[in-house]
């Protein structure tokens, strides 16, 4: 028997025939399906860690919760690095104790939108070889995720603040600005994290341990103050490099003791922000051109 | 059978379309080992899943693609649908729905409503079209008593049923089907056959991957044959269905006659050394299409003189059930003389096979004419041949029939 390969003839594409397909791409022009998508798999997963239990989310909230009364009693018990307890209103470590909560909280944002994210591509590997869909939903889903989990908890932050003496402020319309620029620097993260692990496998713990320095290197347990009074010039500028630290920071400041200097001051000036600033926009760009070019062959990859 | 509208734009456009998967041979996987080692290439190995694809499908056509596994059709598909990236050019119209493999995206911590409404927005509609249409999903597969059970208490049957009812409730201009019709009880088929004729009314159009050569015949316009990611042939879906059983069995390795003294009892005074099956064109077959014309052959070498020698052949189904027996006693009383040393075929021409489709091994007996049960000799070769047929409804033998339905009248009625 023998087989002959049928071979067409070459015809041209004709007229209005809808649109090219050139494979998975990380967006699409549809853009409410994008955010559909995005927002319902997040608000399923939401729900699928607490739904039907209601300690389940008191879990969530008691993780940040044991970690604040294990540091703030250490601190102001027993090391009295950030006692705090001899200070006043409009000093830097004035309401510790909502400063570290606050910071906890807001660490907590980073580290579970960036280590959810790392895996995402991975761990939904039949979706990606299987359905077609904007390959960004994977990531985006996951940060918009831990932002429900923020949100959560910061109600939680606010109400121990107000109950520490803390009184709302006009400073606190910065909140979004802070938060938006938290939400960047994790979304960046998490679209760069997500590309690499599926190519390099040691990226989660290399990411665990990058996520314990950022943890002491951003001050989230201490205050201002301490680390003013052991870093200097351009210590202090490298410092303030960190996004983080600067996020951490600028929410202390502004949200919990406005006496205490924002992120400028200690930075030195607008023009050093622009390092956090540039840093976080950086990151961003980066890893939306990482995503988005390992997008179309990343279902090969898997 | 033409498409509902086969004027237009086609719905899908492929041109000269191809895959090729770099397969790594040695994966690093690690930072750690790209680090220690940054001048080291992976060495990739290419495998070419699809070359030079080019088809249209028109709208409202139903568009069926055969091939054997691994002959690329999903990757074709996946291409289609925007999963995979490929060489070439590909146009698409119109929303699409796809049925590659069903449950996917579904969360077996979800209920049944959750997931369908999940997988009703992963398949492009809104959520308050998701939401309105739960019901109707729910009672399409039937699973009302069991809509707020997890999905991971489901059966795998019950899990087919709700992803296919998913799927085939979004409304889409454009489906891609890849073989999951045989899923659920018979019933739940019907249904799916049924929405299925209704999408053709409707004129949608529809992309269709099967191994079912029956379904194919039965649904399809149109049809193509993929065979190692070349395109074979394209057109009207008998032919394609004929030419992909073709290549399935008439691959398969001859098995030869050992040659030992085991496949042979009797006198020996002669020797069934082969035997065969052609076609009308004289072409020797492995696999032989139901209802066309089939010749069994048997060559026989004769050790002895021997006058008027009788051959029948007996053809075994899988069950070693003779199904047929063929003579030349009856027919032919004078087959002549045969000197020693000398050789001749004896042939079995069946003008329609009815056998049904299986496999069949054929026993030839040789024996002296009158001589009853003395057998010269009785051979079963290891030579098998397999008989094709788009579908079979399970009897041994398919004969042709004629089907009618009349209205029964006064004539046929009982009175009391």
């Known amino acids: ?302 | 059978m033409a498409p509902a509208s086969s004027s237009g734009p086609p719905a899908i456009l492929v041109r000269g379309v191809g895959k090729t998967f770099h397969i790594p041979e040695d994966q690093r996987y690690t930072l750690k080992e790209r680090m220690l080692h940054p001048r080291r290439k992976t060495r990739m190995r290419d495998f070419s899943a699809l070359c030079d694809v080019s088809f249209d499908v028109k709208q409202g056509e139903f568009f069926g693609i055969a091939g054997r596994n691994g002959s690329g059709k999903s990757t074709l598909l996946k291409c289609i649908a925007g999963i995979y990236r490929a060489d070439g050019e590909i146009w698409r119209r119109g929303r699409m729905s796809t049925m590659i493999e069903l449950g996917i995206g579904f969360n077996m911590d979800l209920p049944a409503r959750d997931n369908v409404i999940l997988n009703g927005i992963m398949m492009g509609l809104t959520p308050r079209e998701a939401r309105r249409r739960v019901d109707e999903v729910i009672e399409f597969a039937g699973l009302e008593e069991f809509k707020d059970l997890k999905v991971k208490n489901y059966s795998s049957g019950m899990i087919v049923r709700l992803a296919f009812s998913v799927a085939i409730q979004v409304d889409a201009d454009l489906m891609l089907v890849d073989e999951i019709l045989a899923v659920g009880d018979a019933s739940f088929q019907q249904k799916c056959f049924d929405a299925f004729n209704r999408m053709r009314d409707e004129g949608k159009t529809i992309l269709f991957v099967s191994h079912d050569m029956g379904m194919l015949k039965r649904f399809c316009h149109r049809a193509m044959l993929l065979e190692r990611g070349q395109m074979l042939l394209i057109g009207d879906p008998s032919e394609i269905g004929d030419r992909y059983l073709e290549i399935n069995f008439g691959r398969a390795p001859v098995p030869e006659s050992d040659g030992s003294d085991d496949a042979h009892t009797g006198s020996g005074d002669a020797r069934v050394a082969e035997v065969w099956v052609e076609d009308a064109a004289g072409d020797r077959l492995l696999a032989v299409p139901q209802g066309e014309r089939m010749r069994l052959r048997a060559r026989v070498l004769f050790n002895v003189r021997i006058e008027d020698p009788a051959a029948s052949v007996y053809i075994l189904n899988e069950e070693q059930k003779a199904v047929t027996v063929a003579s030349t006693v009856g027919q032919i009383e004078r087959t002549g003389t045969f000197e020693a040393g000398e050789e001749a075929v004896f042939n079995f021409s069946f003008e329609n096979n009815v056998l049904a489709p299986g496999r069949y091994s054929p026993v030839v007996n040789l024996s002296q004419r009158g001589a009853g049960l003395d057998v010269i000799d009785r051979y079963q070769s290891g030579f098998t041949f397999v008989v094709t047929a788009p579908h079979s409804l399970g009897g041994v033998v398919d004969l042709p029939v004629e089907v009618a339905v009349e209205r029964a009248g006064d004539r046929f009625r009982i009175s009391a």
Not at chain 1, 37 to 56: D, E, Q, V
Not at chain 1, 67 to 91: E, R, W
Not at chain 1, 124 to 147: C, D, G
Not at chain 1, 202 to 207: L, S, T, V, Y
Request: proline letters at 5%.
């Open chain 1, 1 to 302: 028997m023998s087989i002959t390969t049928y071979t067409p003839a070459p015809v041209p594409v004709p007229e209005g025939i809808g649109k090219p397909i050139r494979g998975p791409q990380a967006l699409t022009s549809d853009w409410r399906r994008f955010w559909h998508l995005t927002f319902n798999i997040a608000k399923t997963n939401w729900k699928m860690r607490f739904f039907g239990s209601w300690l389940g989310y008191v879990w969530q909230l008691i993780r940040p919760l044991l970690l604040f009364g294990v540091l703030y009693v250490f601190f102001t018990k027993i090391a009295h690095i950030n006692s705090g307890a001899d200070t006043g209103p409009g000093q830097a470590d004035h309401f510790y104790g909502a400063q570290l909560l606050g910071a906890i909280v807001l660490f907590t944002y980073m580290q579970e939108g960036t280590m959810n994210a790392v895996r995402c591509v991975v761990d939904n590997e039949v979706l990606v070889r299987k359905i077609e869909f904007p390959r960004m939903v994977i990531p985006l889903s996951y940060v918009l995720l831990a932002t429900f989990n923020l949100i959560g908890n910061l109600v939680v932050v606010f109400v121990f603040a107000l109950i520490s003496g803390v009184r709302p402020m006009g400073t606190w319309v910065e909140l979004p600005v802070i938060l938006l620029m938290e939400g960047v620097l994790i979304t960046g993260l998490a679209m760069l994290l997500s590309t690499a692990f599926v190519y390099f496998r040691d990226i989660q713990p290399i990411w665990e341990v990058v996520m314990q320095i950022l943890f002491y290197a951003s001050g989230v347990m201490i205050t201002i103050v301490t680390v003013t009074a052991n870093l200097h010039g351009t210590l202090l500028h490298l410092y303030m490099a960190d996004p983080l630290a600067v996020v951490l920071q600028q929410f202390k400041h502004a949200i919990i003791e406005h006496g205490s200097y924002g992120a400028v001051y200690y930075s030195g000036g607008v023009k050093w922000l622009v390092i956090p600033i540039g840093l976080t926009v950086g990151i961003f760009a980066l890893g939306f051109f990482v995503f988005n070019r390992a997008a179309p062959n990343v279902a090969d990859s898997l």
